[in-house]
């Protein structure tokens, strides 16, 4: 089976309750940040999971209401810390970026989308449903979906074609199935409903280190799977689907306990983020 390279990247990070995470870390402010992953295949080339902040999230939260979204989540973000900028500075320009992974189109994930203007977006059809984009400010503030954030042509890029297979992954419960995206196995897109609708992840089972499963927000800290620590019921309730959400975190933790060996990773779950670049480091 096709081995990727994967390194992770940091592109921001917003300001939060570390208790809204976690129940019972409290009141003090802690700092999530925007994970993205840089896959490199063999054939496909350069593949990335979600996009992290840019500048443009300033802008779309420059008016009322928008800019409640800016109050609630305040983003550290400095110019070089974009994963187009840190690209660059790898020496891989914006055109060699063949696909884009969203989990999901909360602004933490999508705001560097228009940074790669050819590849092609993965993400769910039930992130953006139709007649999303004729939704009112509040609504769309509700949903925490931003329309300056996303192409314009994101129609014409979002289409999966009906040839791409669907793959059993070794994986528990509702993990079980995956969409090959490069048809090798190297790359299995996995739905994780509950955070949002169209929540998905990404499962990479052979890297230069251990195998990677990519989880976006489907939990938010390595507490959640390995110790049931949810966020508060408040919290949950604003999942699109809190039961799904759940359930979702209940067949992760079964991974953590029957295949110890791949390497879950939340988007913001710093603890986690460090240990699978040690990882990395280390292979």
Do not use: N
């Not at 996303?150 to 070794?170: I, K, W």
């Not at 809190?242 to 079964?254: H, M, S, W």
């Amino acid at each position: 089976m096709t081995e990727v390279h994967v390194e992770l990247l940091i592109a921001g990070s917003c300001r939060a309750v570390a208790g809204m995470a976690v129940a019972g870390e409290g009141l003090g402010p802690t700092d999530f940040p925007a994970l993205v992953a840089v896959i490199r295949h063999p054939r496909v080339g350069i593949t990335l999971f979600d996009t992290g902040y840019s500048s443009r999230f300033d802008e779309a939260t420059r008016w009322f209401p928008q800019r409640i979204y800016r109050w609630v989540t305040p983003v550290q973000l400095a110019p070089e810390d974009t994963a187009v900028a840190q690209l660059r500075a790898r020496g891989v320009s914006a055109d060699e970026v063949g696909h884009v992974v969203i989990s999901h189109v909360h602004a933490d994930h999508v705001a560097g989308l228009r940074d790669f203007p050819s590849a092609r977006i993965i993400l769910s059809p039930k992130e953006l449903p139709s007649g999303w984009r004729d939704r009112s400010s509040w609504s769309q503030l509700r949903h925490a979906t931003l329309p300056g954030l996303f192409p314009d042509d994101r129609h014409l890029r979002c289409a999966v074609e009906s040839s791409v297979a669907h793959v059993t992954t070794g994986l528990p419960g509702s993990l079980a199935m995956g969409m090959d995206i490069c048809g090798d196995g190297s790359m299995l897109v996995i739905d994780l409903p509950g955070h949002t609708p169209g929540h998905q992840g990404l499962y990479l089972p052979h890297t230069q280190g251990p195998p990677f499963l990519l989880v976006g927000d489907a939990c938010w800290s390595r507490a959640a799977y390995t110790e049931t620590r949810l966020p508060p019921k408040p919290v949950q309730r604003f999942m699109a689907e809190p039961t799904a959400y759940r359930a979702v975190i209940a067949d992760l933790a079964q991974v953590h306990r029957t295949l110890p060996e791949v390497l879950i990773v939340p988007s913001h779950c710093a603890p986690s983020i460090a240990a699978a670049r040690a990882e990395l480091a280390s292979a």
